[in-house]
């Protein structure tokens, strides 16, 4: 399918072939009629990706102090590897559009139904491409008066919706709607179908007549507004006043000050400079509200991904109920975004429409208008002709499952440099990334289903770096295909699941490389510290220290989908006392404690192993992030050994100090990625295996999941 991009570093914007996105379990898969170019929105955006480095760093100080942090903690190699990393991704456009659903998740087929229409929103998501696939609370049905050239205005009016909800009209209430996009002209319209005496300015005289054609009372440019807002208020000053303008200028929240009457509502439902003088707002006791968006949900994982609801009682009026409202209001007549669209392009012209944006002024509502079709192959988009050929001797072809940013930044750069790789395809979910990867590292396919790479018959073995609940499942089912398997950690989130992993691997007749990403082993900082750890004799001692820096709460590794960084990142120290300790399974861990602690993420945990050596492990969220990550000493024999971040190991024994690796300045940090990596390529094409045994990895696994255990039962 076709899909409009833009890239970041260059701001060109391209109309790029991608796979059709796959439909899940709480999802529809829309085949999009018409979508809406937020004129106001986007060409904001594109004005951002058009700026030299420089510019985006002026404009983005905050990304710009997460690199200078990155810098410290990682060395420049890897903050410049990540920031160009990012620049370098694909940013999809558009956030509101309508079309037929042609596809029901397996949650939703008692509300949804294939051919019936929707209205879909959501960046990332509705975008303007010929499908696309949304979850539940960001998908409306749309009644049959209301065309999909309207209803593609949805999202745009939902936003206008939540903020005319925020300011609290009544019947009468003398409203001032302050500039006049695609939302204000909206807001206009809503106002007015509220029973509201509307006022609207904006210093466009054509958007002020629009505005007065679509229901504003009174619609005048700025000037005129100072001289007559009195007599069209009757001299107490308005009610509410929406900020719909875009502006980094503090005078608009100032103005709202004089204009309104004692406790009015002050609403920013655009984005305007935010400093105001005090008094004003002290002395008339003003409500000043920001307006989140299309409405309560907003920004919530559990209500836009997972489809979870709020309580009506609590939250009478949530962002798919704005969705539904609007269309509603559309098929009764009272909100007309007809009136509002100036211009009509076709789909296969979309970059004309961007050109016009780009140039200002003369467009209002752009709408993207899309061909009929049929739903095409889903399963990849071919771009390389030799689907038949050879595998090369000495060679592995790899699929990759998932191409989130640690398998474009990490994983797919040192497959690309091995020389055994054949890269052959990439799935993800949404397909955009899987096209992007797939020409920027060549790639012969991309997909967005798991099975197109499990089912191909020249994959030898596939990656697995999709989200951590579907390791476990994946896994299986690649083993059973008879697939080599790379799976990054966490192997898997259950003993249930680590079981079924186990059966498959004793049921297999022929046996397939298992691997899973605890890269660390292969670190050549850790390396020679094993190697001279193994060598002492007795009881030894471990201790391991993370500074791990605190996540958003609302990142996918706190949720279902992560498992939370116990499962999902803490395993990797529990394998790495494990490979310390443990000699390679012949010293198992006899008993484990573990306490959490009050933060974000705070762990204490400590392994005890049968020749009595112990593995302390602090892993903490609290502390300054752009402080070292990793350190870990060990005790044994009369020596002392120390790895600090992967920067410099030390080896102290019989009062003499030995340096065992430095990092040379001009390098970033070598966690053993590449090297774990071509280990296992070499397994895979039949070469000298140096990995750790299944057996091993099952054992390093389960330990994990006992640390969990222990942090429940105390």
């Keep these: 399918m076709q899909q409009v991009i833009q890239n970041v570093r260059s701001g060109k914007v391209q109309l790029k072939e991608v796979p059709i996105p796959s439909c899940g379990a709480g999802e529809v898969l829309v085949r999009v009629q018409a979508s809406l170019i937020s004129a106001g929105t986007e060409k904001m955006v594109m004005d951002f990706a058009g700026k030299s480095l420089l510019g985006k760093a002026q404009e983005r100080p905050d990304l710009v102090k997460k690199v200078l942090q990155k810098v410290q903690r990682d060395g420049a190699s890897a903050a410049l590897q990540s920031a160009f990393g990012k620049l370098d991704e694909p940013l999809p456009l558009g956030y509101s559009a309508a079309g037929d659903v042609v596809q029901v998740g397996a949650n939703l087929t008692r509300e949804f ?119 069209f208020t009757g001299g107490r000053g308005f009610d509410a006043i929406l900020l719909c303008a875009a502006t980094a200028s503090d005078e608009l929240l100032q103005q709202a000050a004089d204009l309104a009457r004692d406790r009015a509502n002050i609403v920013l439902v655009g984005k305007v400079g935010t400093r105001f003088d005090y008094a004003s707002y002290m002395k008339k006791e003003l409500n000043l509200k920001v307006s989140r968006s299309y409405g309560p949900g907003r920004y919530d994982p559990a209500y836009e991904q997972q489809g979870q609801s709020y309580p009506a009682g609590f939250v009478p009026f949530t962002e798919r109920d704005n969705l539904a409202d609007a269309v509603r209001l559309m098929a009764e007549g009272k909100l007309r975004p007809a009136e509002l669209t100036t211009h009509t392009f076709a789909f296969a012209d979309a970059l004309q429409a961007y050109s016009l944006i780009a140039k200002g002024g003369g467009s209002l509502g752009v709408v993207l208008a899309y061909p009929e079709h049929v739903v095409s192959d889903q399963k990849s988009v071919v771009r390389k002709p030799s689907e038949l050929a050879l595998i090369a001797a000495g060679s592995c072809d790899i699929s990759v499952l998932g191409t989130g940013a640690f398998a474009r930044s990490v994983l797919l750069p040192a497959l690309a440099k091995n020389p055994k790789v054949l890269l052959r395809g990439v799935i993800s979910k949404g397909g955009l990334s899987a096209a992007h990867v797939q020409e920027k590292f060549g790639a012969t396919w991309a997909g967005t289903q798991v099975s197109a790479a499990l089912e191909d018959g020249q994959t030898q073995g596939v990656i697995i770096a999709t989200r951590h609940n579907a390791h476990a499942a994946q896994v299986v089912q690649a083993l059973q295909a008879g697939k080599h398997v790379w799976v990054e950690k966490p192997l898997a989130l259950t003993s249930v699941e680590l079981g079924n992993i186990e059966r498959v691997l004793m049921k297999q007749a022929k046996p397939c490389t298992l691997m899973v990403g605890f890269n660390r082993r292969f670190s050549p900082a850790l390396v020679p510290l094993h190697a001279r750890l193994s060598a002492t004799g007795g009881a030894k001692r471990v201790l391991l220290r993370i500074n791990a820096g605190r996540t958003e709460e609302t990142s996918w590794q706190q949720t279902e989908e992560g498992g939370g960084r116990l499962l999902g990142e803490v395993c990797h120290f529990t394998d790495l006392a494990y490979w310390l300790l443990g000699q390679g399974g012949v010293n198992p861990v006899e008993k484990v404690t573990a ?100 057996t091993e990895l099952l054992a390093s696994s389960r330990l994990i999941l006992q640390v969990q255990e222990a942090l429940t039962k105390g």
């Design 113 to 231: 139904k294939v051919g019936e229409r929707v209205a879909i929103a959501g960046a990332g998501l509705a975008n303007h491409a010929e499908y696309c696939a949304v979850p539940r609370n960001l998908a409306v049905l749309v009644p049959n008066e209301v065309p999909s050239a309207d209803a593609c205005y949805a999202t745009l009016a939902a936003i206008a919706l939540h903020g005319v909800r925020n300011a609290e009209i009544t019947l009468g209430s003398r409203v001032l709607v302050v500039g006049l996009g695609l939302v204000g002209q909206l807001a206009v319209q809503l106002a007015a179908a509220a029973g509201a005496r509307v006022a609207a300015t904006d210093p466009n005289p054509s958007r002020s007549q629009l505005a007065k054609h679509c229901g504003a009372h009174w619609a005048c440019g700025p000037k005129a507004l100072i001289e007559g807002w009195q007599q």
């Design 595 to 694: 306490n959490r602690g009050a933060g974000q993420d705070e762990y204490s945990i400590n392994l005890r192993f049968a020749d009595g050596s112990l593995a302390d492990i602090c892993y903490t969220s609290e502390g300054d992030p752009a402080a070292p990550k990793e350190r870990i000493e060990v005790f044994g024999g009369g020596a002392y050994g120390v790895m600090d971040n992967y920067t410099t190991t030390r080896w102290q024994q019989g009062g003499r100090s030995h340096t065992l690796y430095r990092k040379p300045f001009w390098q970033g940090q070598n966690k053993g990625h590449a090297a774990a990596l071509g280990a296992w390529v070499a397994a895979c094409c039949g070469g000298p295996s140096t990995l750790p045994t299944a």
